[in-house]
């Protein structure tokens, strides 16, 4: 089944301390891969999109991702993180067989000033 | 401006009645969705369409039905028969299901909670 995972459900940092959030995919043929945050009492928002190409993408707000295909996987990054960066992020993927967009469980990122 | 409309944001319902909850875009997509949202359980897709008249079955889709009549609206009707429908909804739409094109756009969602 076309599944999205994410390795975290909560992670807590001090600011300045360096990101990386797991995402997995099931196999499933062509995929596009996504990063969204949810901030509290906001909707989602695009952060970064994978489709094709460099397989490291970079989005807002200084995050980055990296596709590895033998892997699966989708991580994302960022080296020193904020305050404001405290928010729910969920990893999808879009499976063009089906035509289905799957959001991983989320992952819960607190950050401490 | 252009944008995902779901309506209303707050919804109260007694256990037993069916509800449905609207969702409406005027950024011309052709692929339209609707998830649920649970604490520490993330999205999980209900329903979807890809084109007028036509949807799919997502993962949880016992004890909800949709509609796709128009290529702007997509409502969610919440039957009776859904076991446990306290929940936050969210409408989704994505310009096209063509690989390059499928990023996806939220509305504000809908807490529906029944009593």
């Known amino acids: 089944a076309q599944s999205v995972s994410q390795h975290n459900h909560h992670v807590i940092l001090s600011e300045a301390a360096s990101l990386e959030l797991g995402c997995n995919y099931s196999?499933?043929?062509?995929?596009?891969l996504f990063w969204y945050v949810q901030y509290p009492g906001q909707h989602l928002q695009l952060l970064l999109k994978?489709?094709?190409?460099?397989?490291l993408v970079k989005g807002i707000k200084g995050f980055e991702a990296e596709f590895i295909k033998s892997k699966f996987s989708f991580n994302l990054r960022k080296p020193s993180v904020q305050w404001s960066d405290t928010a729910e992020y969920f990893c999808?993927?879009?499976?063009?067989?089906?035509?289905?967009?799957?959001f991983g469980q989320g992952t819960e990122l607190s950050v401490k000033p | 401006d252009g944008g995902i409309t779901q309506s209303p944001k707050y919804l109260f319902r007694k256990e037993g009645q069916n509800v449905t909850l609207s969702c409406e875009q005027n950024?011309?997509?052709?692929?339209m969705y609707w998830y649920r949202q649970d604490p520490g359980q993330g999205l999980r897709l209900i329903y979807y369409?890809?084109?007028?008249?036509?949807?799919q079955k997502g993962d949880i889709a016992e004890g909800y039905s949709v509609s796709r009549e128009k290529k702007e609206s997509f409502p969610l009707t919440v039957t009776s028969a859904q076991k446990n429908p306290t929940a936050f909804y969210l409408c989704?739409?994505?310009?096209?299901?063509?690989?390059?094109?499928?990023?996806?756009?939220f509305g504000q969602g809908t807490r529906l909670t029944v009593v």
């Open positions: 950024l011309n997509h052709d692929a």
């Open positions: 989704a739409s994505s310009p096209s299901v063509e690989v390059w094109n499928t990023e996806a756009f």
């Open positions: 994978y489709f094709s190409g460099d397989p």
């Open positions: 196999y499933g043929g062509t995929v596009n």
């Open positions: 999808a993927a879009f499976y063009n067989q089906g035509g289905k967009l799957i």
């Open positions: 369409s890809q084109i007028v008249n036509d949807f």
